[in-house]
Each structure stands twice: as C-alpha cells, then as structure tokens.
C-alpha cells in the first residue's frame, strides 16, 4: 500500500465504521462498484485549514484510481459532532470524519478503533507520534482516532507587568502552585466597581484552555 494511501486509511483523522478495515460491522459501507470506491468524509475545519484539508484530499484522488474520498464540510466542531451523533441516530454515517474529540464517540458503537486498523500492520510507527497526542485519542488503552491537526494552547506573560509587581520576568511560573501565586500577586484591588483593577490570570471562557491544560497536567 503507498504511503499516501495507507495515510488516508490508517492516519486520517478517526475513522467511521469499516471504511478501510476493522471487525465492526457498519451502518454505512463505502461505496463500491467497478469504478473502485468512494468514500464519504466529513471535516470541521474552516478557512485557510480546511482548504488545506481539501487539498490532502485532491492529492490522495489523484495519486491513485481505487478510492476516491469526496469531502464535504460540516461546520465547526461543535456543529460537526452534533451531525455526527444525528447521523448514528439515523443510521447515515460517513465513512471516515475529522472532529475533535473523536474518542467520545467509542461508546456509541460506530467507530472502528485505530487500535485494530493499525495492529496488522507491521510498517505502522506509533514510536513516531508524540505520546501526549495519542493520550489525547485513547481511551483505556484503546486508541480510537488518529492525531491530525492536535491544537497545543501556550500561555504569554507579560514581562513588564511581572516587573512592576516585584516577579522575576526571567523565571516564570513552572507548575500549578507557582502559577497560582504570581496570578495573586499580579491581581491589583479592586476599583470602583467592586472588580479588580487587574486580573494575574486571564481564564475567562475565551480561554478556557488554560485551566484544561492545567486539570490535564495535574491528573
């Protein structure tokens, strides 16, 4: 199998019932005639990803005639997942979809896992992902979708507000408890209406990754 092929297969995102093996039995088969077959994919990335995601998709088409993958984008991941469970409701899944987190959707029965589409094949190097990204897509050892485009949330400081409130700008915080501490002291009183004047922490719900990443770290 070429390696462009054997991506689309057993690397591309989380894959829907048997679109390119497994044991499960599916609701929704590929497409087959003598034509090849073609598989249904859903994505949810918008703008400039998701014109990458098309043409991922254009190059597999045409570096082969067997299968041919027909993308169609469902919205963010929100509105993706939503359809998704619609669709295992209705029983009209997709062969394969790109959402985030797939591993959510193990329960329901319609994923095949990545687990038993990657077990048979010896040229499969799981040592080559990073650890954390196949964490990020197991659950209880079992893997169920593929890393794709795994988002890493970083945190900025500002070097001149830890100046100002008597923190060493050249040695940030390195774990919880430091974090917590320079947060508090960061955070000047309140003014008049009662808020404070500066938060040492920015963890409203626009960046909500930040204390994510935090339980996540912290077990």
């Known amino acids: 199998m070429s390696n462009i ?9 989380a894959a829907i019932l048997t679109s390119c093996g497994g044991g499960a039995q599916p609701s929704t088969s590929p497409a087959d005639s003598s034509e090849g077959i073609t598989l249904d994919f859903w994505y949810a990335l918008g703008g400039d ?20 993958v ?13 359809k998704i469970y619609s669709a295992i409701t209705s029983d009209s899944t997709p062969n394969v979809i790109q959402v985030g987190g797939a591993p ?3 329960s329901s029965g319609a994923l095949v896992p990545m687990s038993d589409l990657i077990a048979n094949d010896d040229s499969f190097a799981a040592d080559q992902i990073h650890p954390a990204f196949l ?3 197991s659950v209880q050892g079992v893997l169920w ?11 900025y400081y500002n070097k001149d507000l830890f100046t100002a409130a008597g923190l060493d700008p050249e040695d940030p915080p390195a774990n919880l408890d ?7 002291q960061l955070t000047l009183a309140p003014d008049q209406s ?3 004047a500066q938060w040492g922490l920015n963890a409203r719900d626009d960046s909500h990754w930040y204390l994510s990443t935090l339980f996540l770290e912290n077990g």
């Open 5 to 13: 092929r054997r991506f689309f297969c057993a690397v591309f995102l």
């Open 145 to 155: 979708s593929m890393p794709f485009n795994n988002s890493v949330p970083v945190l």
């Open 135 to 137: 964490e990020y897509n």
């Open 104 to 106: 959510l959707l193990g």
């Open 49 to 68: 990803s998701g014109k990458v995601v098309e043409e991922l998709v254009d190059q597999f088409n045409q570096s082969q005639s067997g299968i041919t």
């Open 70 to 82: 027909v993308p169609t984008y469902q919205g963010d991941y929100t509105a993706a997942m939503a």
């Open 194 to 196: 009662g808020v404070p």
């Open 178 to 184: 430091e974090l917590l501490a320079a947060a508090r």
